[in-house]
């Protein structure tokens, strides 16, 4: 047993497994169990080896029917684990706690909302619909199938929910967009007295982010301090990118410098945040602060965020070096997001043929995004002729897209080709295709008082260690 805490990564397993043969004890279920749940378990475990292990056991027990179902679930191949319950059934063995909340989860993953109300109706039979790990995988697979009034329901007949149940049923609205619902059931927990955990402040800072609302965003913060989940990195991270989302960059800039145990994701999250923000000078300078010391090697994302700032700052040959740095110093390869960065920088600055020709010359087929920034470069520099190949691509990509006539027939406008502004509109109009409604803006004045959080003024459990 103790080879077996050894184990990290298949090779070592194989190996075991060989001497396991060899010794006589491939049909010890104690044993040969310890294979399959490093299988199943652990992120180095291969179901593919699991499986092979488990079809030579003559007679697997319950644990090791429910192991299997667990590794395919948590492998996201929901199809096999229903597979496994199948021939689980015909050999007899009864669904447990542990089987169903497997399965839960693979109805998830499914997003099947019949199959899970299968599910539901085999705990309802085993009476195990009331159990803490059946309730919570019921309410979280309600809420991956967005059938979020059952989830609710479900969550108000525990009588006294737990934490994991709490974070669940926030996480259920908030995955479903119920922002504010999440925000009033976070505020509920803390009044009933429940301490939140690092999964719930995470799952709760995504949903001040989305709406925007950044006072609740900072009485969260405030029931962070003085707490054990002040030092966590993950935190810290969430925290800033909620302060940039809701557009209060220069906390987030303060919360990032005083952070400590910074990891690659801190520092993509500011230069991102920095950059989308129009602080492109400051976001590049960031970037520049990573290498002397190689505080974190920069990765895919970290240049996403580098290009961006160059986009919104109009600096094309920073950009080009850039873009060059990342390919040849670092061998990232570039994305289609990396490659419509720089062709919105290229744009931008009017080099609409060299943008058009780096489309061309992608490794991959360009999107509707990438050819929309190329015909909106055209119509404001006046390239006809480029933004007439643009079109065209896009009419086959996405030929209902409304704002892309628009643009077309405005760079026939400016180029006084009315002709062809008016069979751009004849064209809408036959198609059916209507300008979409302009966009809308708020200001949250009263946001964070409909969600109910600047009701509390202290945190109940502030200061606790």
Same mark, same amino acid.
């Given at each position: ?31 040969? $169990?310890?294979?399959?749940?490093? /299988? ?23 644990? *090791? ?34 089987? @169903? ?11 099947? +909302? ?28 309600? $809420?991956? +199938? ?25 996480? /259920?609205?908030? $995955? ?52 054990? @989940? ?8 969430? *925290? ?5 989302? /809701? ?13 400590? $145990? ?23 300078? *960031? ?22 700032? /160059? ?58 995004? +990438? ?8 119509? *404001? ?85």
């Amino acid at each position: 047993m103790y080879l077996f805490k050894k184990c990290s990564n298949a090779r070592d397993v194989t190996q075991l497994h060989a001497q396991i043969i060899r010794s006589g004890q491939n049909q010890t279920l104690f044993v040969v $169990g310890k294979i399959i749940v490093f /299988c199943a378990v652990s992120e180095q475990g291969d179901m593919g080896y699991a499986a092979s292990v488990f079809e030579n056991i003559e007679s697997p027990d319950g644990f *090791l029917w429910n192991t299997m179902i667990r590794g395919f679930s948590k492998n996201c191949k929901p199809v096999k684990a229903f597979e496994y319950y199948k021939i689980m059934q015909e050999n007899g063995f009864l669904s447990d706690n542990f089987t @169903l909340s497997f399965l839960l989860k693979a109805c998830g993953q499914l997003g099947s +909302v019949f199959l899970g109300q299968q599910m539901h109706c085999s705990a309802l039979k085993h009476g195990l619909d009331s159990h803490e790990f059946v309730r919570s995988a019921l309410i979280h697979m309600y $809420g991956m +199938v967005t059938d979020i009034e059952t989830a609710s329901q479900m969550f108000e007949e525990i009588p006294e929910p737990e934490l994991v149940a709490w974070n669940i049923i926030i996480d /259920c609205h908030v $995955g479903c967009g119920k922002y504010k619902e999440a925000l009033n059931l976070f505020l509920r927990m803390f009044t009933s007295g429940i301490e939140p955990d690092e999964a719930t402040i995470l799952v709760t800072l995504s949903a001040c982010s989305a709406l925007g609302a950044l006072d609740s965003g900072r009485w969260v913060h405030s029931c962070v301090n003085g707490t054990r @989940l002040n030092g966590i990195t993950t935190v810290s991270n969430s *925290l800033i990118n909620m302060y940039a989302k /809701c557009g209060a960059v220069e906390e987030a800039f303060e919360l990032f410098n005083k952070m400590k $145990g910074k990891n690659i994701m801190s520092w993509n999250t500011m230069i991102l945040a920095l950059a989308t923000h129009g602080h492109a000078k400051e976001a590049l300078a *960031l970037f520049e602060k990573m290498f002397p010391d190689n505080l974190e090697r920069p990765d895919d994302v970290t240049f996403l965020g580098v290009l961006c700032a /160059c986009s919104h700052g109009g600096m094309v040959d920073e950009g080009r070096r850039y873009f060059d740095i990342m390919c040849k110093e670092y061998h990232i390869k570039p994305t289609i997001r990396h490659y419509g960065c720089m062709v919105d920088i290229l744009s931008r600055a009017g080099f609409v043929e060299e943008a058009y020709q780096l489309i061309r010359s992608m490794p991959m087929e360009s999107n509707a995004i +990438v050819w929309r920034t190329q015909l909106a470069a055209c119509q *404001l520099h006046g390239k006809v002729e480029l933004g007439e190949k643009a079109w065209r691509y896009l009419s086959e990509l996405e030929p209902d897209h409304s704002s892309d006539y628009v643009v077309l027939a405005n760079m026939y406008a400016s180029a006084g080709q009315w002709n062809e502004v008016q069979r751009v509109r004849k064209s809408m109009q036959d198609m059916g295709i209507q300008k979409s409604e302009p966009g809308k803006s708020f200001i949250g004045t009263d946001l964070d008082k409909r969600s109910d959080l600047r009701s509390v003024k202290t945190c109940p459990h502030q200061g606790r260690q």
